[in-house]
């Protein structure tokens, strides 16, 4: 197996991460815990770009509706639909809209466990229970119940690898191979060598 520290995830700063100008703030917190930037361009995306993104995953539209759902049920509240499937429909048709709306920056992260540590910085994606600390949770206001209110789609400002499989196939989905850098920083090894060497001469 490939060392862990070579592994890879997506971001995606959504077009109203780049109107809310937090490009810099949202790469400052995966660059500073240590994971390293290896591909990165800013584009419109088009409609058919986007939905063959999310349905890359199969299951991705049962998911996407059941955690609507709950969120709903855990506030007491009542969802639009109680068919998962039929809101998965629904958010694949906002998704577009909301993802071709204006330019977006698609990066590429590396480093050890960067799918689940992106995502934790990243923040549940609902930025009305997001959590403090999470850039999802600090910077955003929006919830289901507002974009089912409006018919649109969350406005959550990133797309972030949700597993390490979605990872593996999204990146090829938005990057050639030839766009995806193969280079060292320094730091990495104090991060991964087994023996920190030669700090003291
Ligand atoms: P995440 O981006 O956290 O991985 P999902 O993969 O479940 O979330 O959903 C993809 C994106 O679709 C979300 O980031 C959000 O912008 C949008 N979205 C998800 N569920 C809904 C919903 N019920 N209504 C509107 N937009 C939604
Ligand atoms: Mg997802």
Redesign the pocket.
């Known amino acids: 197996m490939d060392h862990p520290k070579n592994e890879r995830t997506l971001v995606v700063v959504?077009p109203d991460g780049i109107q809310r100008a937090l490009i810099g703030e949202i790469m400052k917190r995966y660059e500073r815990i240590g994971l390293k930037l290896i591909a990165l361009k800013m584009f419109v995306p088009t409609e058919k770009m986007i939905e063959e993104h999310?349905l890359l995953d199969s299951e991705?539209k049962k998911?996407?509706g059941e955690?609507?759902i709950s969120s709903y049920v855990k506030k007491g509240e009542t969802p639009p639909s109680s068919d998962p499937i039929e809101?998965g429909n629904?958010?694949v048709g906002?998704?577009k809209k909301?993802m071709t709306s204006g330019p977006v920056i698609a990066m590429v992260w590396e480093g050890a466990h960067a799918v689940e540590l992106v995502r934790k910085i990243t923040g549940?994606?609902e930025p009305r229970s997001a959590g403090v600390g999470t850039i999802r949770g600090d910077f955003v206001v929006d919830s289901?119940q507002m974009?089912?209110g409006a018919d649109?789609?969350?406005?959550?400002l990133i797309?972030?690898s949700?597993s390490v499989p979605e990872a593996e196939k999204e990146i090829p989905h938005w990057f050639g191979k030839a766009e995806i850098m193969k280079y060292s920083v320094p730091h990495e090894a104090t991060l991964y060598d087994a023996d920190i060497k030669s700090i003291l001469g």
């Open positions: 959504k999310y991705w998911n996407v955690k609507a809101v629904l958010v906002r998704l909301y549940g994606t289901y974009a089912d649109r789609a969350i406005r959550n797309h972030a949700g």
